[in-house]
């Protein structure tokens, strides 16, 4: 599929290393994240197809697919070498697995299918505010009847202006978080600085009103990052 959409050019997934590191050491609650994300999953009493849009190296959400009634797979992402790992990571799954290098909003935009479930942890953020309105418009038509969209991600406080947020979690990575060194914790800084655009909970729920969710509901909330579910 060819890219509706030119990302903004951003080379810190390119190299996954930094990142693995973050996420091994829990710096963004991926462990309660990712609890609360197998508890939702369990609740799906059908088989369900899922779409993973951002899935980077899929590798929080693969053992939660073991134990649920997975029947598809499709994963999108930027990075090549995140899809690499990401097929070792789901290689345990027994059902179809897809995987897709391209733009998350182009891949939506360009297929035809419907999913039982559309699933995005900490991408949504990369988007401006006019291709977040796109997301909830596209992320609604890619989603079949009785579907849900599980999205995970930061958000600013209410009231919560984007410079005073960027500064906030950047003070917050460099006092608290642990098992990466101060020259990678710049790295994450200068690409969150660089790259995140994260809403309020209000305009999130606005813009997927907009789109057409009849329900947005927060599931939890561990500093900036929270776990909606989203539903018609
Ligand atoms: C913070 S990582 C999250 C990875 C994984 N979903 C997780 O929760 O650990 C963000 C991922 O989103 C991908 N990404 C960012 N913008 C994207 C876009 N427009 N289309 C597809 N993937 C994107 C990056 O390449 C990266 O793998």
């Known amino acids: 599929m060819t890219q509706l959409h030119e990302p903004k050019q951003d080379n810190f997934f390119q190299s996954w290393t930094i990142y693995r590191k973050i996420v091994a050491a829990n710096n963004m609650f991926h462990e309660q994240i990712y609890a609360d994300v197998k508890q939702l ?97 596209a992320a609604r038509q890619s989603l079949a009847t009785h579907g849900v969209l599980l999205l995970i991600d930061t958000f600013r406080e209410p009231n919560e202006a984007l410079p005073n947020y960027l500064s906030a979690y950047c003070k917050w990575i460099n006092n608290d978080w642990i098992g990466v060194s101060a020259e990678e914790k710049a790295l994450a800084c200068q690409h969150i600085i660089d790259n995140d655009i994260p809403e309020t909970l209000a305009d999130t729920e606005q813009l997927a009103e907009q789109a057409g969710f009849a329900q947005c509901q927060e599931i939890s909330n561990y500093r900036w990052h929270k776990v909606l579910l989203l539903s018609n």
Not at 42 to 71: E, H, K, M
Not at 95 to 108: G, R, T, V, W
Not at 111 to 124: C, E, M, T, W
Request: with cysteine; aromatic share 8%; proline share 3%.
């Open 41 to 137: 999953l369990q609740q799906q009493t059908d088989d369900f197809s899922l779409l993973d849009l951002g899935c980077g190296d899929a590798a929080c959400l693969a053992p939660v697919l073991r134990d649920v009634a997975i029947n598809a797979y499709t994963g999108v992402d930027l990075s090549a070498p995140a899809l690499a790992l990401a097929a070792e990571n789901l290689s345990a799954l027994s059902c179809p697995i897809q995987l897709e290098l391209n733009d998350l909003l182009s891949f939506m935009q360009q297929q035809q299918h419907q999913y039982d479930v559309i699933f995005s942890s900490f991408a949504l953020h990369h988007l401006s505010h006019a291709l977040k309105a796109q997301f909830f418009q």
